[in-house]
């Protein structure tokens, strides 16, 4: 049976690349009847300093965020990832599978340490492995993430498989599937086509946040680098018209189409004319969004009872992992 499970750091506002990366697909995957875990990730999100009430905040924040792009908590687990204690007791038992040559090649350490790594946590550096941690746990069959999860994605394969070698366990931990598909995988900044859309990006003309009004939003999007070119032809290469390419991505992906179909709608029209049509597409899209989060949280109640019932839910499914783990590894058990 299948079993989504994805997750979103507790650190900083949500974007346009988080909510079409990840935010709108796991809606699409509820819609199909999959059983999908929905977590924020605080465990992961403190690897570097938070402010603790801030981290609160920032917690229900996104919580709000899955239930405001409509994922349903009757039907989907929405929980805080610190609330079920399995997934930092799991993620000790893989820090002894994983090997710090695999850690090693984590290109996300890499840019997140920055110049001193021994300046940088520890936390920071064992990360992925707490993030293979929280899929194992639920022995997720399929993971939707952006683009720049692909990495992490696969050391979890390679720690499941090792664990079950390791300990002679066939088949225990099931390799999970990396689901990184549809047109905005990996949204860009509207500044630079070469550099990610990141809520560390110091400008904040480079991104869409969720919490932005509609003339923001409509502001960002007509102010985004292009060229001096209009809009490419269908076939059109545009590999060395990032900027371009990525507002085409982000129309694609908001109006549930592909990038061809994009492209022949707009083929030879100026930028006058396709800008205006994706602020349109935006606001459209994201005002809903950004409504329902500001209804919900004004009143954390609501936010709290769905995180406190999806903790619940979510340790019912991982404790007999964790409990079934221990008893592979050879703990004692009275
Ligand atoms: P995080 O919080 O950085 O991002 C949340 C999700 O948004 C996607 N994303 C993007 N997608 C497209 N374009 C972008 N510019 C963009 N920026 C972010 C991310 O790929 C992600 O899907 N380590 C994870 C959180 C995590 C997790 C997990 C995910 C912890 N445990 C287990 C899956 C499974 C992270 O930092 O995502």
Same mark, same amino acid.
Request: proline share 6%.
């Given at each position: 049976?299948?079993?989504? %499970?994805?997750?979103?750091?507790?650190?900083?506002?949500?974007?346009?690349?988080?909510?079409?990366?990840?935010?709108?697909?796991?809606?699409?995957?509820?819609?199909?009847?999959?059983?999908?875990?929905?977590?924020?990730?605080?465990?992961?999100?403190?690897?570097?300093?938070?402010?603790?009430?801030?981290?609160?905040?920032?917690?229900?924040? &996104?919580?709000?965020?899955?239930?405001?792009?409509?994922?349903?908590?009757?039907?989907?687990?929405?929980?805080?990832?610190?609330?079920?204690?399995?997934?930092?007791?799991?993620?000790? &038992?893989?820090?002894?599978?994983?090997?710090?040559?695999?850690?090693?090649?984590?290109?996300?350490?890499?840019?997140?340490?920055?110049?001193?790594?021994?300046?940088?946590?520890?936390?920071?550096? $064992?990360?992925?492995?707490?993030?293979?941690?929280?899929?194992?746990?639920?022995?997720?069959?399929?993971?939707?993430?952006?683009?720049?999860?692909?990495?992490? %994605?696969?050391?979890?394969?390679? &720690?499941?498989?090792?664990?079950?070698?390791?300990?002679?366990?066939?088949?225990?931990?099931?390799? @999970?599937? @990396?689901?990184?598909?549809?047109?905005?995988?990996?949204?860009?900044?509207?500044?630079?086509?070469?550099?990610?859309?990141?809520?560390?990006?110091?400008?904040?003309?480079?991104?869409?946040?969720?919490?932005?009004?509609?003339? $923001?939003?409509?502001?960002?999007?007509?102010?985004?680098?292009?060229?001096?070119?209009?809009?490419?032809?269908?076939?059109?290469?545009?590999?060395?018209?990032?900027?371009?390419?990525?507002?085409?991505?982000?129309?694609?992906?908001?109006?549930?189409?592909?990038?061809?179909?994009?492209?022949?709608?707009?083929?030879?029209?100026?930028?006058?004319?396709?800008?205006?049509?994706?602020?349109? %597409?935006?606001?459209?899209? %994201?005002?809903?969004?950004?409504?329902?989060?500001?209804?919900?949280?004004?009143?954390?109640?609501? &936010?709290?009872?769905?995180?406190?019932?999806?903790?619940?839910?979510?340790?019912?499914?991982?404790? @007999?992992?964790?409990?079934?783990?221990?008893?592979?590894?050879?703990?004692?058990?009275?």
């Amino acid at each position: 049976p299948r079993r989504i %499970l994805s997750g979103i750091q507790a650190s900083g506002a949500l974007h346009l690349g988080n909510y079409l990366g990840a935010l709108k697909r796991f809606t699409a995957l509820q819609d199909q009847g999959a059983p999908c875990f929905l977590f924020v990730a605080d465990l992961h999100a403190i690897t570097v300093w938070q402010d603790p009430a801030v981290l609160t905040a920032q917690t229900r924040e &996104i919580a709000a965020a899955y239930i405001a792009s409509g994922l349903d908590p009757a039907k989907s687990t929405i929980f805080p990832q610190s609330a079920v204690r399995a997934h930092s007791e799991l993620a000790w &038992i893989l820090n002894c599978v994983a090997r710090l040559g695999w850690l090693d090649r984590m290109t996300q350490f890499k840019e997140k340490s920055g110049k001193h790594k021994e300046r940088a946590s520890v936390g920071l550096y $064992t990360y992925p492995v707490l993030q293979a941690a929280d899929i194992l746990l639920y022995k997720a069959t399929e993971v939707p993430v952006g683009e720049d999860q692909k990495q992490h %994605l696969e050391l979890t394969r390679d &720690i499941a498989a090792k664990f079950n070698t390791d300990f002679n366990a066939p088949g225990f931990f099931p390799p @999970p599937e @990396p689901l990184i598909q549809g047109p905005a995988t990996r949204v860009m900044s509207l500044r630079d086509g070469a550099a990610k859309m990141s809520k560390s990006d110091p400008s904040d003309q480079s991104r869409i946040n969720l919490t932005d009004d509609a003339d $923001t939003i409509a502001a960002k999007i007509r102010k985004s680098k292009t060229d001096m070119g209009v809009m490419p032809d269908p076939g059109e290469s545009l590999d060395d018209r990032p900027e371009v390419r990525n507002l085409i991505a982000i129309y694609a992906a908001l109006s549930d189409t592909t990038r061809d179909a994009v492209t022949a709608q707009f083929a030879g029209q100026g930028f006058g004319a396709f800008k205006p049509a994706l602020a349109d %597409l935006a606001v459209a899209a %994201l005002a809903p969004v950004t409504a329902e989060m500001r209804r919900l949280m004004e009143d954390p109640a609501e &936010i709290d009872r769905v995180l406190r019932d999806g903790a619940e839910r979510a340790t019912a499914i991982a404790d @007999p992992v964790v409990d079934e783990v221990k008893r592979i590894v050879g703990f004692w058990r009275g």
